[in-house]
């Protein structure tokens, strides 16, 4: 089994900065199976990166993601108020044995 | 628009069963896989089961496998979970989602709570 690890565990950050958030593989991993998607409280995920790079429907450009094999990485490259919420990186992966990082929460400075 | 629609879950004891469903609406149901994942309070996410568009294939995490039954019905667009012995550390909201081009899950339901305890 592919375990992810999101690094930080948390991040503090004020508007208009820019975020990197990382997702490390415990083995390498097809881009394409690597999503990424974003929680806030009391509402299910919404998908933000499939594919590792490509943006799902309706999300803003300031959203992007990048990497392969077993390093990946989502940017947000000027954060919006709404922008504050857990986010969680996921591997889509043979015979639909699929996994989910921990987690890395975006906290408003 | 696509929507899922979750319903069932609450409080049951343990050893008890619980059966969740999920209504999908504004798609081709049965052209869809399907997933349900779960997240304990305060914890990450967690996969539970898959299901294939047709019913042929259903796929389970170790931590359920013997006691959580995935099904559908595509006559009436809707997508269950069977929960059979459960124990305190099934307690978490537990959502069904639709699986995008074996890639990820796009659209997903707003969550049902399921809480075992006695």
């Known amino acids: 089994e592919i375990v992810l690890t999101q690094s930080p565990g948390s991040l503090s950050l004020s508007p208009g900065e820019r975020a990197t958030l990382s997702c490390r593989a415990s083995q390498s991993v097809t881009s394409k199976f690597l999503a990424w998607y974003q929680q806030k409280p009391g509402q299910a995920p919404r998908l933000l990166i499939y594919s590792a790079s490509s943006r799902a429907t309706g999300i803003p450009d300031r959203f992007s993601g990048s990497g392969s094999g077993t390093d990946f990485t989502l940017t947000i490259s000027r954060l919006e108020p709404e922008d504050f919420a857990v986010y969680y990186c996921?591997?889509?992966?043979?015979?639909?044995?699929?996994?989910f990082g921990q987690g890395t929460k975006l906290e408003i400075k | 628009d696509v929507q899922l629609v979750q319903s069932g879950g609450g409080l049951v004891k343990p050893g008890g069963s619980l059966r969740l469903s999920c209504a999908g609406s504004?798609?081709?149901?049965?052209?869809?896989?399907m997933i349900w994942v779960r997240q304990a309070p305060g914890k990450g996410l967690e996969w539970v089961s898959f299901i294939r568009s047709s019913g042929s294939d259903i796929l389970y995490a170790d931590s359920v496998k013997g006691r959580f039954t995935i099904s559908r019905d595509n006559a009436k667009n809707s997508l269950y979970l069977q929960m059979n012995s459960l124990r305190a550390e099934d307690t978490a909201v537990y959502y069904c989602?639709?699986?995008?081009?074996?890639?990820?899950?796009?659209?997903w339901g707003q969550g049902t709570l399921v809480t075992v305890s006695s």
């Open positions: 989602a639709r699986d995008l081009w074996d890639v990820c899950n796009d659209y």
């Open positions: 504004g798609f081709t149901f049965s052209r869809y896989d």
């Open positions: 996921q591997q889509y992966g043979t015979s639909h044995m699929f996994t």
